[in-house]
């Protein structure tokens, strides 16, 4: 995790992003949640050992980028400082699994370094593509599309009220944070003897914070229930968007692309 | 708590219990999204019946405050290294198993997506080991009978420090188990397992420190705060949902790590059978309809014959020239698709590369 400054401006970044205009951000938020959905199950389902058939799936953050004008160095930049778990445990595969598989003139590859780069275009394709929908879609609408599609209210509430809070909590931490570094003088006496009453003390506050916020929210009538505006339209656009791209990622899945073009660029050559 | 192996606090290399998307397979993720699922539609309907709707808000800020809490470091003596709060621990204590896995696993969506932590089909993983563990298991079974409906603070410390070990050691167990049943990663089971738990029973030593000292600050401030959802629990609890929810994870459990040892020899009618009839199972009538539902069956099957994977059949004897015929042609054909897989891959990411900047280069165009 980032630190806590840092955190906040991906946060505040990725949400300045999504209130933009273009004609993916115009779509409903559901055709945007169920695509992504679709994309990271057709992603996952693939075998251990295959790299060209994903390679081709790079089309969806591409196009999805280009055509809602996100940053594509941004969204790089933020993937580069992903957790390493999923390479750590990657890194053993080469270590375990020695079989040769695939032969670049003398040089043999075996089945271990196929699968370790197999699961470095998988996350790199799933990441990313979770970046990009924040990114198109703002984490506002993706709990009301949630909502619309059978997520319990008092989840979406909850995720909403996080959400909100976030900004709030986050910048108290940052200042009682810094006031203890400040007076740490490098690594020293940043340990749990001064963590632990540091953090009491937030969450003392924030329990207090929770109370004046209850008493506001139920002298303005809040009964329990968020009314959101019906503002969402699932149209023509909205089922294009989703039935095009999920028969382009089950042609990709069924179909290795890169190896029917390779054939196709190799065969025109011979 | 997750520690960090370096001290920075801008740290990119920590090591977390969060799966990713890229290490496990549809099947795992789908069952485990079924369970979150579940769980969460409980849980919340749980909290709309019995809380009053103070909790919301509560809830909220408080899952703001566990996010804001792990951005924040502490040094660990002697390791050289530096962690940060879990939190799911604390939550449970301070709002009760139901209130406090919605706040858990609303934590990690935010994660998720802002963050690309874990993955959005990883999510239903990371809920239930992040999530069910702590406030089901642990809470309930571990830090409410130990600590009491008053705990005191020697209580309290002794409760957090079992709960967080236990939960923290269930996770990672979680973890290892769905690497390994979705069998993208070559890390054998007990390999892994060993690698993850004594790692994170020292993380849920300093976890259940951390959160006893917090709560025992928070205790000797606001007791209200900590007792309320103890004394709460103790006149409002129903123990059956508590043991129906333990029941399904303990089976999940059992599942993922009893099966492995299942034997594979027939059991008693299969072996009756055999005894009578000389083979494993009987041949029907080889109707139509059979023919049609078997069909059906084996195209839905998941888990033909309880296997992700099938095992290997021992193959047939060959001569030695037969086989080193068919090696050939073997590495004859995987060579042509190889070469044919590596040009097109090359060519088709070129390709979405391109077509990316063509988009992006019409989409900034002014327009006629």
């Known amino acids: 995790m980032p630190s806590i400054a840092a955190a906040v401006l991906e946060i505040k970044q990725l949400d300045e992003l999504a209130r933009c205009d273009s004609p993916i951000h115009r779509l409903d938020a559901r055709a945007k949640v169920l695509v992504a959905i679709i994309f990271c199950g057709t992603v996952m389902s693939f075998g251990t050992h295959d790299l060209s058939a994903l390679l081709p799936f790079f089309i969806f953050p591409a196009v999805m980028i280009a055509r809602s004008n996100l940053p594509p160095l941004f969204i790089l930049k933020k993937m580069a400082f992903l957790c390493p778990f999923v390479f750590i445990v990657a890194l053993f595969n080469p270590a375990l699994d020695r079989t040769i598989v695939v032969h670049l003139g003398s040089v043999g590859i075996s089945g271990g370094w196929m699968s370790f780069f197999s699961i470095v275009v998988r996350f790199f394709l799933t990441a990313g593509t979770a970046l990009v929908l924040v990114g198109v879609t703002g984490f506002v609408a993706i709990c009301q599309a949630l909502e619309q599609m059978g997520v319990p209210q008092v989840f979406a509430a909850q995720l909403l009220f996080l959400y909100r809070y976030i900004f709030v909590l986050a910048e108290e931490g940052k200042r009682m944070s810094s006031a203890r570094e400040l007076r740490a003088y490098g690594s020293a006496g940043l340990g749990i003897a001064s963590f632990s009453p540091m953090i009491g003390y937030l969450l003392l506050r924030t329990w207090s914070r929770a109370e004046r916020i209850h008493m506001a929210m139920r002298a303005r009538g809040f009964d329990g229930a968020f009314q959101a505006p019906a503002t969402s339209h699932f149209g023509k656009a909205e089922m294009m968007h989703l039935i095009g791209w999920t028969m382009l990622f089950a042609f990709m899945r069924a179909e290795n692309m890169s190896r029917l073009l390779g054939t196709l660029i190799l065969g025109s050559l011979s | ?363 900034a165009a002014p327009s006629a």
């Not at chain 2, 579940?38 to 809830?59: G, H, K, N, T, Y």
């Not at chain 2, 420090?161 to 236990?166: E, F, H, K, T």
């Not at chain 2, 129906?244 to 059978?273: H, Q, Y």
Request: proline share 6%; net charge positive; charged share 10%.
């Open chain 2, 1 to 363: 708590m997750l520690p960090h192996p370096y001290p920075d606090e801008t740290a990119k290399g920590a090591f977390a219990v969060h799966m990713a998307d890229a290490l496990i397979s549809p099947s795992v993720g789908c069952t485990m999204w079924a369970a979150s699922a579940c769980a969460i539609a409980i849980c919340s309907r749980r909290v709309r019946e019995e809380m009053d709707d103070r909790q919301i808000p509560l809830m909220g800020v408080l899952g703001a405050f566990v996010f804001s809490a792990q951005m924040i470091n502490f040094t660990i003596p002697a390791t050289g290294s530096s962690g940060h709060l879990g939190g799911g621990m604390i939550l449970s204590i301070l709002l009760g198993p139901y209130a406090a896995f919605l706040t858990i696993a609303s934590v990690l969506v935010v994660q998720a997506l802002f963050f690309a932590d874990g993955g959005l089909l990883a999510l239903g993983c990371n809920i239930f080991n992040l999530g069910i563990f702590p406030a089901f298991i642990a809470y309930p079974f571990v830090y409410r009978p130990i600590a009491g409906s008053k705990p005191t603070r020697g209580r309290s410390t002794i409760a957090a420090l079992a709960s967080a070990i236990i939960g923290l050691q269930m996770g990672a167990f979680g973890v290892v188990l769905e690497t390994t049943a979705s069998g993208v990663s070559a890390l054998p089971f007990y390999p892994f397992a060993a690698l993850m738990q004594p790692i994170h029973f020292g993380i849920g030593i300093v976890e259940g420190l951390v959160t006893a000292t917090i709560v025992s600050f928070v205790y000797n401030a606001r007791p209200d705060i900590v007792c309320g959802r103890q004394a709460q629990a103790a006149t409002h609890g129903t123990p059956l949902k508590n043991v129906l929810l333990t029941v399904l994870a303990i089976a999940i459990l059992t599942g993922g790590v009893v099966s492995w040892f299942a034997s594979e020899k027939p059991d008693g009618l299969e072996w009756s059978i055999k005894r009578i009839t000389g083979t494993r199972e009987i041949v029907g009538n080889n109707t139509r309809l059979h023919a049609f539902l078997a069909g059906v069956q084996k195209y839905v099957a998941a888990l033909p014959d309880y296997f992700i994977k099938k095992p290997a059949h021992p193959a047939a004897p060959q001569s030695a020239a037969a086989r080193a015929k068919e090696n050939a042609q073997k590495t004859g054909s995987k060579l042509g698709t190889s070469v044919a897989g590596i040009v097109g891959g090359a060519l088709t990411l070129t390709l979405a590369l391109f077509i990316g900047l063509v988009l992006k280069k019409r989409s």
